[in-house]
């Protein structure tokens, strides 16, 4: 993928951010579902970067959005400098265009995901669930008393110095090693 780099008004630049800097950890949409959000963030070390040094995409990284600046990557960024920093909207601000389905392709990449791990959409719009189940996806009643640990170290014997008591999910300790 070749680099496109392109010049944003600070203030057309639009991030998912609130304007509070900081997601709800507990709220209910629109649809009337509970949404948990992500935990508070630390803009701390992020907010002296910039102000000591400015926004420097060649030493770090580019702020990534649509070519209609919708802001993909780098949205903490964004919130800095439009709502807590003070900063004229009028800056020019180089960032990297990307599509959406790019964009959602790297993070996949990142994370190690294949097409069969993903839900997708049928035909008639319904959503189908994923071939294959990631980690992070399984139920804890999937994994719990770790059971392959537990068979695998049955046939093995215990490594001196390794500890093979794992704590479950629901706070029992389980004993993976030869007893």
């Not at 009337?32 to 959000?37: C, D, Q, R």
């Not at 060649?58 to 439009?82: F, N, S």
Request: proline share 3%; net charge positive.
């Amino acid at each position: 993928m070749a680099k496109t780099i392109k010049s944003f008004k600070l203030s057309d630049l639009s991030c998912s951010i609130p304007d509070s800097g900081q997601y709800e950890e507990k709220s209910v949409g629109s649809s009337g579902k509970e949404y948990i959000g992500l935990p508070p963030y630390a803009y701390q070390g992020l907010k002296a970067s910039l102000v000591a040094k400015g926004y420097k995409p060649e030493q770090y990284d580019y702020i990534v959005c649509t070519d209609a600046g919708k802001v993909l990557y780098g949205g903490r960024r964004v919130w800095l400098m439009q709502k807590d920093m003070g900063l004229d909207q009028s800056t020019m601000v180089e960032c990297e265009i990307w599509t959406e389905k790019e964009f959602v392709l790297d993070l996949r990449a990142k994370m190690g995901l294949t097409a069969d791990m993903v839900a997708k959409k049928d035909k008639e719009g319904n959503w189908v669930e994923p071939v294959q189940k990631t980690v992070n996806s399984l139920k804890s009643a999937d994994v719990k008393g770790y059971p392959n640990l537990v068979a695998r170290h049955k046939k093995k014997a215990n490594i001196d110095g390794y500890d093979y008591a794992f704590k479950g999910s629901d706070g029992k300790v389980i004993d993976a090693g030869k007893s």
